[in-house]
């Protein structure tokens, strides 16, 4: 924590949502003495914060969406090295040190840094208040966001509020996850009022007043003792905002349509030579020489893809009709190039569509994730799928998954079924825990949710514990120790490093 915290530092790295946002020229000859002075010097380094979202992004499909039972990973003998780290988190054998299990601590708190030092230095500014409220009102959400993100996958950590200007504020005892949440909500609080309504779409890719409430009203279901009522009413402010579903699921995921009217909060990504571009579904694609087919350029992801791979699991769970799976995940049929499924790429020779295909001899047949592949691409590994965070159709199963907690399952219904409806669905008769959780875990399929969605519904255990006993009776590769679960292992471990540096963080137990 030292490292990232005990230093003065601006970033010009720029992040865009769209080709306007907050594309500045960095100014030259800057010093510490002589930045934090305008409000464009501000704008700079809240982008600076922005920029840091994207650290969740890539973690976020080993440790919530492969550690839940959407998705696995293609298992690939010459990755024995390198996939070791990311094939410890997904088959839960993981017991101390992941790369990217700690590059996500840090890059958290490189973000809650950045924001400190804005918070800091902003009162000192001479310019106007109604500047200053809108940044001080981003940079507060994001520093709740980034608070989130830490509490509800590594529990209790240090509480840093103030800029770190001396080597004696750099070292926090851990606070523990009742006060973390406290501190959460009250940056919402106070940035909530700051920020506006979204009311012209697409978007500029800021936080808004909407996306400061949808993360109040998660904090406040996802704490030990959770506040329903409060949450409750944060979910019918974001409701009663100018969201709406859009006709069309797959509309959402379309790089073009970014920032859409369903769109409550995005990571931001631009396709081009800004360095600003995502790459993800390159991840998601099946291991080959040549992804021409899917993304209309030849590239060599061998290194890269297979994972993140639908499971079949969460594929038989579909509704008959339901054309969300569609619109989710495709099949590539190919052949290997060697024989070995463990062993080889494939060659990619068709996209057929789930359950409309039948398998021939010498064929080989993936699933992958098709809601963010939107090609012909122009350039490798380079795309500008934004990062779906909060998204209307998430409200509506939030607030459904609320009230029914609290016992108004009547008043839920309108919710689920709103969101039934788009995808060609009949209307479900009652809403209970279990329905509700299963909507969510196919509108929300493959955007990083269902981890956090079990744990906060109780049903981690259970349903990784059953979900590992299949997947071991498939998958001869997996050891014994394979999906070993306990409720040690809800939250991930703390960087080693930061507890031989830092005497007040403690180790999570059992790590």
């Not at 969201?243 to 909060?265: I, M």
């Not at 699933?367 to 963010?372: H, M």
């Not at 005497?503 to 137990?509: C, D, I």
Request: aromatic share 12%.
């Amino acid at each position: 924590m030292k490292k990232i915290l005990f230093c003065t530092w601006i970033t010009l790295s720029l992040s865009a949502c769209n080709e306007d946002f907050l594309k500045l020229s960095p100014e030259t000859n800057l010093t510490s003495s002589t930045f934090y002075k305008t409000e464009s010097h501000f704008e700079l380094a809240l982008v600076g914060v922005y920029t840091q979202l994207r650290g969740t992004v890539s973690p976020g499909h080993y440790m919530d969406e492969m550690r839940s039972d959407n998705t696995f990973f293609r298992y690939y003998a010459p990755n024995r090295g390198p996939a070791n780290w990311v094939e410890d988190i997904i088959q839960w054998t993981d017991q101390s040190q992941t790369t990217v299990v700690n590059n996500r601590y840090y890059s958290d708190f490189q973000g809650i840094s950045r924001a400190n030092t804005i918070l800091s230095q902003l009162p000192k500014a001479d310019f106007s208040t109604e500047a200053k409220n809108k940044i001080s009102g981003e940079t507060r959400f994001l520093r709740a966001f980034f608070y989130f993100d830490l509490v509800t996958h590594y529990g209790g950590v240090p509480l840093y509020l103030e800029q770190v200007t001396d080597e004696s504020s750099a070292y926090q005892n851990r606070a523990s996850v009742e006060e973390v949440y406290r501190q959460i909500i009250s940056d919402l609080d106070q940035a909530a009022p700051l920020l506006p309504v979204a009311t012209v779409f697409p978007q500029t890719g800021r936080a808004t007043r909407g996306a400061a409430m949808m993360l109040l009203a998660k904090a406040y279901m996802s704490m030990p003792q959770p506040d329903y009522a409060k949450s409750e009413s944060a979910l019918r402010e974001v409701v009663g905002m100018n969201y709406q579903l859009l006709d069309d699921y797959l509309a959402n995921f379309v790089p073009s349509n970014k920032n859409n009217r369903e769109s409550v909060f995005d990571i931001q990504y631009m396709e081009g030579d800004d360095g600003q571009e995502s790459s993800f579904i390159y991840e998601m694609l099946p291991k080959t020489s040549n992804t021409s087919l899917a993304t209309g350029i030849v590239v060599n992801n061998v290194s890269q893809g297979g994972w993140n791979v639908p499971n079949e699991n969460l594929i038989a769970s579909f509704e008959s009709g339901d054309k969300r799976l569609k619109a989710s995940v495709k099949v590539i049929e190919g052949t290997l190039n060697g024989g070995n499924l463990y062993t080889d790429p494939i060659t990619y020779l068709a996209i057929r569509e789930v359950g409309s295909y039948t398998p021939e001899p010498g064929k080989v047949y993936f699933p992958f994730i098709a809601k963010f592949l939107h090609g012909p691409y122009g350039k490798p590994f380079n795309t500008g799928q934004n990062w779906p965070v909060f998204r209307y159709a998430d409200a509506l199963l939030l607030l459904a998954e609320n009230l029914v907690k609290q016992g108004k399952s009547s008043e839920a219904l309108p919710y689920v079924n709103a969101v039934r409806k788009r995808a060609g669905l009949a209307d479900l008769q009652n809403a209970t825990r279990e329905n509700v959780l299963l909507e969510r875990r196919h509108e929300l399929a493959f955007e990083n949710h269902r981890w956090t969605d079990l744990i906060r519904n109780g049903k981690a255990i259970e349903t990784m514990t059953a979900y590992g006993a299949e997947m071991k009776k498939k998958y001869d590769f997996l050891p014994a120790a394979a999906f070993t679960i306990t409720e040690r292992r809800l939250v991930y471990a703390i960087p080693f490093r930061e507890t031989q540096i830092n005497p007040g963080l403690t180790q999570n137990t059992g790590y």
